[in-house]
């Protein structure tokens, strides 16, 4: 369930979970509702979807590290030469075999390394390191 908070309005994820509490014949004792804020593990989960886990987990303020911040990063822009006129050659199908295999060892590689993947443009992969969530 999602509700706003009453001091600051801001969104927040609750989880309520309801069981049977009984003896040990199993007679009805009464209920445990257990209601746990879930706000921050919504946010990280959503966040784990683009970045390293590792990277995610070093994170100890989420929110502040999202804020806008002046920073030196490197950005490296990596493609494959002539793929182009490679893709000329293919099938469809094969080339977007290819071109999938090539995008997985890029990511695997770029999270070993604990960049950030901000784009894949065509043939081409944008990765950001030193980034405020590094």
Not at 39 to 52: D, F, I, M, Q, S
Request: include cysteine; aromatic fraction near 6%; hydrophobic fraction near 40%.
């Amino acid at each position: 369930m999602e509700t706003g908070a009453p001091e600051s309005g801001e969104r927040i994820t609750l989880t309520l979970n309801c069981a049977p509490l009984r003896d040990g014949q199993q007679q009805p004792l009464g209920v445990t509702i257990v209601l746990d804020d879930v706000t921050e593990k919504k946010r990280l989960a959503g966040v784990r979807r683009y970045l390293p886990p590792g990277l995610v987990d070093r994170v100890h303020d989420l929110a502040a590290a999202q804020r806008p911040q002046r920073q030196t990063i490197t950005i490296l822009f990596a493609d494959v030469r002539g793929f182009s006129a490679f893709a000329e050659q293919l099938p469809p199908e094969q080339l977007i075999e290819i071109i999938n295999g090539y995008f997985t060892i890029a990511s695997v590689v770029v999270s070993q390394h604990e960049g950030v993947i901000d784009k894949f443009m065509g043939d081409a992969v944008m990765v950001l390191f030193n980034t405020p969530l590094n």
